[in-house]
């Protein structure tokens, strides 16, 4: 991977292709922590696509590609949260349309989506991602100790869901 960011850094327009579509299920996830239907999903992949195009030069160390991908993802999907949820109620949100389930994984997705926003983000990053808990405090500027205090709260939650259900 590193071969190939260091070719879209010099302008090879078909590695940085290659690089997007390596990291295009990981960026559908991750969106989909934070919003409930796929035309905000699409919107944020889109910008975080050009975003990266536009700043790739600017990334010092290849091998932290999809962790930069994803920072860049995440500040979108912050911004683009926070200007929907001063135009419109949080009621007015759409369900996640069935397809699109299937790009960003069902089970997984119908699993964590009783949890906040916040949380949801984390859990995909930590279970969905495999990022680390330290990335994920450096990806959402929080302390290490609070993303494991979110996971363990998220997990207790989930298994009271799970014990209500069976």
Known sequence: MKVLVRRAQRGSADSFIRLIEKNKQTLMRVAYGFFQNEEDVADAVAETVADAYEHI??????EYFKT???????N????????????????????????????????????????????????????????????ISELLYKKE??????????????????????
């Open 57 to 62: 030069r600017e990334l010092k160390n290849p």
């Open 76 to 135: 979108n999907c912050n911004r683009m949260y926070n200007e929907n949820r001063n135009r419109t109620g949080l009621d007015s949100i759409p369900e996640i349309a069935q397809e699109s389930y299937e790009m960003a994984g069902v089970e997984f997705a119908d699993m964590i989506s009783s949890l906040s926003e916040e949380d949801r983000v984390i859990f995909q990053l930590f279970y969905g991602e495999n990022f680390t808990t330290k990335e």
């Open 68 to 74: 930069w991908l994803v920072r860049i993802l995440i």
């Open 145 to 166: 100790s609070t993303v494991k205090s979110r996971l363990h709260r998220g997990k207790e939650k989930l298994r009271t869901q799970m014990k209500l259900i069976c």
